[in-house]
Each structure stands twice: as structure tokens, then as C-alpha cells.
């Protein structure tokens, strides 16, 4: 398998769609603003190690962001939220390898401890952040 960044978020961007009550999902921007509940995935850090010789791997930040547009429904949110996110975290389990574009990935839900709430465009939003880390390997040329 080789390094491909892009393969692995558009996988995710595929599971968000496929999610109830998500709808849009989207690659790099915010979803459109009109739909009550969006999800967008963008790049973040990498981190490549030399494994052994001619094997490299390479840890991607890949970024999911959650947003619902309140409506002054603030328990609607957190508890559609909860239910979308749940989803979200079991379907990842169900396939650590997105379709075999990762060797392996890891979800950290700490960027959401606590709730934020943003105004965009004169509507306000509850937003949920996760860190999915993929894990890919690939190969490079030694030198004779």
C-alpha cells in the first residue's frame, strides 16, 4: 500500500454521507450552511518513520468536524449529536482499514471536552470535532 492521504479522507467523507441525519458531508470546506446537521474532513499533521529498511510509515491527522444548526434547539442538538456521532464511531470499528486504504487508524474525541458554539453567517451552531490518526506504510529505494 502506498501513501495516499486523499484515498483515506474521501473514504471518510463516504461513511459521514451514509449516516443518518447527516446531510452533507463534504471534503475540506464546511458543508452547505442550509442543512441542519453537516459533517467536513480536512488534512492535518503526517508523521513519516523509516520502519526498517526500504519500509516507511506515515501517521495522518485526518480532521472531522461535526456541525448542527441550532434553531434554538439546543438539546436537539446535543442529543442528535450523540446519535450521529455514536454511529459514526461504530462504523469506524467496523472497518479500521476504510476499505483497505489504511493499515490501521485511531480516534481521539478529545478536541470535543468542551462544547463549542459558533456563529457563522448569522446562524449559530453546535460543532463536534474528531482526530482520526490513519496509519499507512510505503516504500522507498535504497541505494545499491
Known amino acids: 500500500m502506498a501513501y495516499n492521504t486523499a484515498a483515506a479522507a474521501n473514504k471518510l467523507v463516504t461513511l459521514l454521507s451514509g449516516l443518518s441525519g447527516v446531510g452533507e458531508a463534504a471534503l475540506g470546506m464546511p458543508p452547505n450552511l442550509a442543512v441542519k446537521l453537516g459533517a467536513y474532513v480536512t488534512m492535518g499533521s503526517q508523521r513519516p518513520n523509516r520502519k526498517v529498511t ?15 444548526r441550532l434553531d434554538k434547539a439546543e438539546s436537539t442538538a446535543e442529543s442528535t449529536l450523540m446519535s450521529v456521532v455514536d454511529a459514526f464511531l461504530v462504523a469506524l470499528q467496523a472497518d479500521l482499514t476504510l476499505d483497505g486504504t489504511v493499515n490501521s487508524l ?33 516504500t522507498y529505494e535504497v541505494n545499491p
Open 54 to 68: 526500504g519500509i516507511t510509515q506515515r501517521e495522518t491527522r485526518l480532521f472531522v468536524k461535526f456541525l448542527y
Open 106 to 138: 485511531e480516534v481521539d474525541t478529545a478536541l470535543a471536552d468542551e462544547p463549542d458554539y459558533q456563529a457563522v453567517a448569522g446562524k449559530e451552531y453546535r460543532e463536534y470535532p474528531i482526530l482520526v490518526t490513519v496509519t499507512q506504510y510505503g
